[in-house]
């Protein structure tokens, strides 16, 4: 996020895209409609009519996969209205000049047609964002997940830079991570390109100083993206993997292909705090320690490193992720594996990673977090990016172009399928939350939404069971007639294994971010008859 959680409740316009705030991430959804209850105006770009959705003063309700038309719609009719920040253009960003002739070669009737929204909604939700001084963008996976998911965040990033929507407190734009340390596990480098601190892997000054430090050599070239080390198949490059609370088996795409991969492999080792389906084909598992069980740090979407204290022992042989990597690592020679406690492997983190230079144990427990950048001691943390420059200098406008899904409906498979993570009693692949009896009572199957239009053509009824069908799998599930969804749209979450959906979903990625398309795939869906 380049601001902080805490400014959301003072903004006075919030656009909400790809995120069903207040079931994903309820404490953030809070924040959101508690502005609101002040009078700041919501915007909702879904397909889906969430809760969120219906509070929302607009909901664009757009058609799965046009995010780019639908802001490329917006920022036209904020030029043509005359609403762009031209000073915060003009000293703060470059390429605008490109990007605006691109804007005027576009037919606003022909994006709003691609969206599926009314062109008068388009017009109105925009001039309430760019009117404000104080416009915050929020976006989850609903943006990120699609072959065009780069380009979507860019556009994002276009349509606050135009407005001037950054580099102060209640704006800015503000990606909502999942888990409690997603964050901090990207800013960890549990990415393939990058050293921890985002530094460039390319860089020989960067991998020499971590080298000095760790006493390996670090190879220039990049590793591979979760998809791709588990879609290789039996023939893949990989022999070997280690998965620490991480459920492929049900999250990625195209399970099928998930299971070929990892059931060929000549040895699986698999780290979590419960069996969990990818668990059940490892060759090794290690017992995983639970928060209570562990200390250390984690760092929240805000980009707040907190210090998290052991509240109790680990339970019979469980160990701390920390131990099992540290001891592995000794088992395999490897040097600088020896720390003796979480605050002096976070000594080394503050020596090696430039934005955590001011992280240190004794600081973090005198408050709540610090927020990085934190360069120094000294330095008191930075509640939002951006005050006075941009990473790389000035801001820079990238044109993007509306791309149509990998999939879209046709004869054989008329319906668009739309997939999430979580709802209100589930989260990912339920790996903890099924393990609750009371989250079990409250939402103990798969239900798969659908219009009330597209049920009376197909003579079905509430919680009768269908066989959805994909190009890639089939499964069989209940259905729930509902209006969160519009004809045409079917949408169901991934927790359960007993449904695993992900057997329909697409393995086509972004070739960027190499992020798979969940949020849209083709669809059938016929009775299931008991005869």
Known sequence: MTNSIGELE?????????????????????????????????????????????????????????????????MRIILDEDLADD????????????????????????????????????????????????????YCLGITQHTCGTHNVQAVANLAMLTGNVEKKHSGVDPLRGQNNVQGACDMAALPAVLPGYQNLADNDVRRRFQSVWGRDIPATPGKSLTEMTHAGKDGAIKAMFIMGENPVLSDPHLNRVEDTLGHLDFLAVSDIFLTETARLAHVVFPAASFAEKGGTITNSERRVQLCRRGIAPIHNCRPDSEIIMELGRRMECPGMEFDSNAEIMEEISLLTPIYGGMHYDRLAR?????????????????????????????????????EPFETPEEKYPFTLVTGRGSYHHYHTATMTRNSRRLVREYPEALLEINKTDCTQLNLRDGETVELSSRRGRVRIKIKITDRVQPGTVFSSFHFFEVPINQLTVDAMDPQSKCPEFKVCSVNLQKVSHD
């Open 10 to 74: 003072s903004a006075d316009v919030l656009l909400v895209t790809g995120s069903n705030t207040t079931e994903t991430h309820p404490q953030i959804g809070r924040n959101i409609l508690n502005a609101v209850d002040r009078g700041a105006k919501l915007l909702v770009i879904d397909p889906r009519k969430t809760d969120l959705a219906k509070k929302a003063h607009i909901h664009l309700a757009l058609r799965p996969g046009t995010d780019i038309a639908l802001i490329n719609a917006m």
């Open 87 to 138: 000073l915060f253009i003009s000293m703060r960003t470059e390429n605008f000049i490109t990007l605006r002739d691109y804007l005027h070669r576009l037919d606003l009737d022909e994006l709003a047609a691609t969206t599926g929204i009314e062109r008068t909604m388009i017009h109105k939700a925009a001039c309430i964002y760019a009117r404000s001084s104080k416009s915050v963008i929020c």
């Open 367 to 403: 408050n709540h977090g610090l927020q990085w950048p934190c360069w120094d001691r000294k330095h008191p943390g930075t509640e939002f990016l951006h005050k006075y420059y941009f990473a790389r200098g000035k801001g820079r406008f990238t044109i993007t172009k509306h791309q």
